[in-house]
T-cell receptor, first 116, second 113 residues
């Protein structure tokens, strides 16, 4: 069975400071890894994904995450946060279902609160 | 282009009533998923369709929950004899291929009184 652990439920940080949101997963098979962001009263938006290849993946708005197989981690980082980054962030893993689909297993989320 | 559309955005029902939640996926996406998100939690998988075939329903919490996608496009999640513990946000997602990320709708917030 797969599981995802997000170690911090809330992370307060000042604007322009760096931030790291931690994610660890457990799985006995190869997985795909994702970070999604959720703004209030909205659905989840894909932030970045790791499918294969380079272990460092980047998003268009300055976030990056590094896949570490030995530590089974996929931590999300940003060197300088902005007020608009305030949101809930979910780490997720997927594996292939019978029939070919990919079911997502999510962590419990980390609320990032950026303060002035 | 148009994203995943869910309706209604909000639904209030009395305990014991039946409800139906609709999902219109991105055009051409063959895979469709339903998730349940309780307050303060991450989404949890309910069921999965590949075209019109429901290939996995292992996450449906009880036999009161039923999902269909008869023509391989729009999907409906039906909950019969609703209970207070059914209160949650129900998210629908679609993807074009098993290696492609899922795209989510804004969800339906269901409140059972």
């Amino acid at each position: 069975a797969q599981s995802v652990t997000q170690l911090d439920s809330q992370v307060p940080v000042f604007e322009e400071a760096p931030v790291e949101l931690r994610c660890n997963y457990s799985s006995s098979v190869s997985v795909y890894l994702f970070w999604y962001v959720q703004y209030p009263n909205q659905g989840l938006q894909l932030l970045l994904k790791y499918l294969s290849g380079s272990t460092l993946v980047e998003s268009i708005n300055g976030f990056e995450a590094e896949f570490n197989k030995s530590q089974t981690s996929f931590h999300l980082r940003k060197p300088s946060v902005h007020i608009s980054d305030t949101a809930e962030y979910f780490c997720a893993v997927s594996y292939i279902l019978t029939g070919g689909g990919n079911k997502l297993t999510f962590g419990t989320g980390t609320q990032l609160k950026v303060e002035l | 282009g148009a994203g995943v559309s869910q309706s209604p955005r909000y639904k209030v029902a009395k305990r014991g009533q039946d409800v139906a939640l609709r999902c219109d996926p991105i055009s051409g996406h063959v895979s469709l998923f339903w998730y349940q998100q309780a307050l303060g939690q991450g989404p949890e998988f309910l069921t999965y369709f590949q075209n019109e075939a429901q290939l996995d329903k292992s996450g449906l919490p009880s036999d009161r929950f039923f999902a269909e996608r008869p023509e391989g496009s729009v999907s409906t999640l039906k909950i019969q004899r609703t209970q207070q513990e059914d209160s949650a946000v129900y998210l629908c997602a679609s993807s074009s291929d098993r290696s492609e990320p899922q795209h989510f709708g804004d969800g339906t917030r269901l409140s059972i009184l």
